[in-house]
């Protein structure tokens, strides 16, 4: 199998949905001429042309809005917001149309587009550039929130993304691009809503996804160091959200902690160990730990911004202390 | 800060224990996992260790109180810390009256190994609001899953050592507990604690060394109640010999009708042929209480089973009034359930007279001690084939020897003999249990 980079994977399944079906477009700054502010749709405006990369005004809210329009008469529009922090222009057209337009016309329309969008810290960008608040999006019901953590899984994901005819809030991570994987060639499709166990381990679980995947990953690497194996649990996608292989491990190791790039507090790991604890009460063992962003506005200065941040040693003490 | 320490719940069913004794008295030191009282359940007694250090504050309960499970009974914290809890044992739940000794009350305090010579005590229901509460229900710190394990198990939380964070019990505590054939596992009867009886090795050590045995809870609380038992009951005793030749016959030709499982055994016919004499001698079937004798309306007949640590007696109630073939149904399904830890409170709960039968290890006679607070208890030895003499000569038959252990201050030989004597009509005529 190929090992190609996330940006190759998302790229590949852009072109090989567009390829396959007319009816899928692109639209959002920067997407066509230039080539994506992430190079994602390099080489695309070319190939494609301008009707299906359309470059757009810097209005997140008419980008979300046109999008919403396209796919209620029959398109399949990907929709790229530059990033997540950008999508809160379009608030209102993401979880109050593009979540609910489904129910409110009581099921005479659906929304098949996919809203693109990049989150994430780490890149020095500012406490207005630099954000996680996926577990925002994942609170409305009738949006499906997709956050993929390897290369196989983004292309996995946003090709079955593509092709679901409910709308989706697919998150990417602005330091993944250049994660490398192997992703299977061809039409390679993931389920939205399964979370994968990414890695098998049998001390405890750690929950994840995206950017907490990758952080996981070399965290259980040194955990193994010293004996302690991890079993990783990747969500994948947040809403819906599939516990079931999170409390199937949950009841094989007793112990979890849960690792996330957002804030703690209401975020993504308080639903997950919430839901433990609901669904698998007489399983645990010690209490869970959930490792976060801290609760700051994430700092310009290079070393505050890594401070505030979830780092590998944080998840190793993480795992340390539910083991205690 | 000071801090309130509740009667524990060591059983799921277990709503209330008695307070049987302080070890630690106002004003004494006491440090974490010090024993702080010992509480006596309707299983059996528990000591209850000081979850803090510190100086005991407040004794809010009395010896011999029955306090609701999660109710206060002490305070420990620093010298000086001004503390006072009021108890939720009210004085008038306490006081006896005789309406209150209802049979039922009183056979509710009576389990295979109640309490010896405490009063049978009316519930204390009603009262469980509890005054203080407490962080940890029940005053056991364990993770979910440990609690969840030790239920499954009937594994006393209390008595283990958690080496979790702050002493939190955890699953491999309970796991532990579980392997160790001494760890402190419940004092239930229903406990597993490690076979006594295991088949004995025939290699000889050549210098054995003295091996000091820790008792288990289970064998402490029978030590326990016995010592009283022997102690304040006046036994007395009278033994019978019975011809079984009649009765192993009708069992033999019951037996051959039923399946392996089904089959009926000798002890299931003296427990019927006991229940329906009782019901002829209300006075053996009874408690005494002061100075009034309760004679208990149901005959719930007591068996006494082998548990791995010990023994427990599992009750046949109303025995007089069951058929055979349901008393040995329900003798072996109570039995299976004691030796594997599962007994229900029901089993072992209500007895109003014992029996305890050695007749499968070739005994030729053994007395029993009674089995508080009933009034008698019933020990069956093995039916032999012996010479016989009878009509002036020596003849070949079954015999079996019983004995009867009775409470002089209910009883006394004549009516026990009398009791014995209209035992045998139904041992040695068995067609009258059928009728």
């Not at chain 2, 070890?23 to 006491?30: A, D, F, M």
């Not at chain 2, 079954?398 to 009867?404: D, E, L, S, V, Y």
Request: hydrophobic letters at 45%.
């Amino acid at each position: 199998m190929a090992k190609i980079t996330m940006r190759e994977a998302i790229s590949q399944a852009l072109m090989e949905e567009m390829d396959r079906d007319p009816n899928v477009f692109i639209m959002g700054e920067e997407v066509g001429v230039w080539g994506g502010s992430y190079a994602v749709t390099k080489g695309f405006y070319d190939k494609y042309g301008p009707d299906r990369v359309k470059d757009t005004p810097i209005a997140e809210n008419a980008i979300v809005g046109g999008a919403i329009g396209a796919a209620m008469v029959g398109l399949r529009p990907v929709a790229e917001i530059m990033t997540i922090n950008f999508a809160f222009v379009a608030m209102d057209y993401i979880v109050n149309q593009a979540a609910k337009l489904h129910y409110m016309f009581g099921g005479q329309f659906t929304l098949p587009m996919v809203i693109r969008t990049v989150g994430g810290g780490g890149r020095q960008l500012g406490a207005t550039h630099s954000q996680t608040p996926d577990a925002v999006f994942a609170h409305f019901p009738g949006l499906k929130v997709v956050s993929p953590g390897t290369p196989a899984d983004a292309k996995g994901l946003l090709k079955s993304a593509i092709r679901s005819n409910d709308p989706i809030f697919f998150i990417e991570h602005a330091t993944m691009y250049q994660v490398r994987g192997e992703v299977p060639e061809g039409d390679h499709l993931v389920p939205i809503g399964k979370s994968k166990v990414q890695r098998e381990g049998r001390d405890l679980t750690i929950v994840t996804y995206c950017k907490g995947l990758e952080l996981s990953m070399k965290a259980a690497d040194e955990l193994a160091k010293e004996g302690i194996e991890a079993e990783i649990v990747d969500l994948r996608t947040l809403r819906p959200l599939d516990m079931e292989p999170v409390l199937e491990s949950f009841k094989k190791t007793n112990r979890a902690v849960v690792v996330e790039e957002g804030w703690k507090s209401y975020g993504v790991g308080s639903e997950v160990v919430s839901r433990i604890y609901e669904e698998a009460f007489d399983y645990v063992d010690a209490p869970i730990v959930r490792v976060a962003q801290k609760e700051v506005p994430l700092p310009y200065n290079r070393t505050l911004e890594q401070a505030a941040l979830p780092q590998v040693p944080d998840i190793v003490a993480a795992a340390k202390e539910v083991l205690k | 800060m000071a801090e309130t320490i509740n009667m524990p719940k060591l059983g799921f069913d277990m709503a209330e224990g008695t307070l049987i004794r302080w070890v630690k008295q106002v004003g004494e030191t006491i440090h974490k996992g010090d024993v702080l009282a010992e509480i006596e359940t309707d299983k059996a007694t528990v000591e209850v260790e000081s979850p803090a250090s510190g100086v005991v504050l407040q004794l809010i309960v009395s010896q011999g109180d029955v306090v609701p499970v999660n109710a206060p009974i002490a305070v420990v914290g620093q010298a000086g810390e001004e503390v006072s809890v009021q108890s939720s044992v009210s004085s008038d739940q306490l006081s006896v009256t005789s309406d209150q000794l209802s049979v039922s009350s009183v056979q509710k305090a009576d389990a295979a190994l109640p309490p010896a010579g405490t009063a049978p005590t009316p519930p204390a229901r009603g009262s469980g609001a509890q005054a203080v509460s407490s962080p940890e229900a029940g005053g056991v710190k364990a993770s979910p899953l440990a609690k969840k394990i030790a239920r499954d198990n009937n594994v006393n939380l209390a008595a283990l050592q958690g080496t979790g964070p702050g002493g939190r019990v955890v699953k491999k505590d309970v796991e532990a507990a579980l392997v160790s054939v001494q760890s402190s596992v419940i004092s239930d009867q229903s406990a597993v604690i490690g076979s006594q009886f295991a088949q004995p090795s025939y290699q000889v050590a050549v210098a054995a060394e003295d091996k000091v045995v820790p008792t288990t809870k289970l064998r402490q609380a029978i030590g326990r109640r016995l010592v009283e038992s022997k102690q304040t009951v006046p036994h007395f005793y009278v033994t019978h010999e019975y011809k079984m030749d009649m009765l192993l016959e009708m069992r033999k030709q019951f037996n051959a009708y039923l399946p392996e499982d089904e089959k009926i055994s000798v002890n299931d016919f003296i427990v019927k042929a006991a229940a329906l004499t009782l019901r002829q001698f209300p006075n053996l079937n009874a408690t005494i209480k002061g100075n009034e004798v309760i004679q208990f309306g149901h005959v719930n007949v007591g068996v006494a089973v082998t548990v791995p640590g010990g023994l427990m007696t599992v009750v046949v109630k109303d025995a007089d009034q069951k058929m055979l073939r349901q008393i040995s149904a329900e003798v072996k399904a109570m039995a299976a359930r004691a030796r594997e830890g599962k007994v229900k409170p029901d089993d072992v709960d209500g007895s109003t007279f014992s029996t305890s039968n050695l007749g499968m290890y070739d005994v030729e006679d053994f007395i029993a001690i009674i089995n508080p607070p009933e009034a008698a208890i019933l020990a069956i030895s093995s039916a032999r084939e012996v010479p016989v003499a009878e009509d002036g000569q020596v003849k070949i038959g079954w015999r079996m020897k019983a004995t009867i252990s009775v409470d002089h201050r209910v009883s006394d030989g004549a009516e026990a003999a009398q009791f014995m004597q209209k035992l045998a009509e139904f041992l040695e005529n068995p067609v009258m249990m059928l009728v």
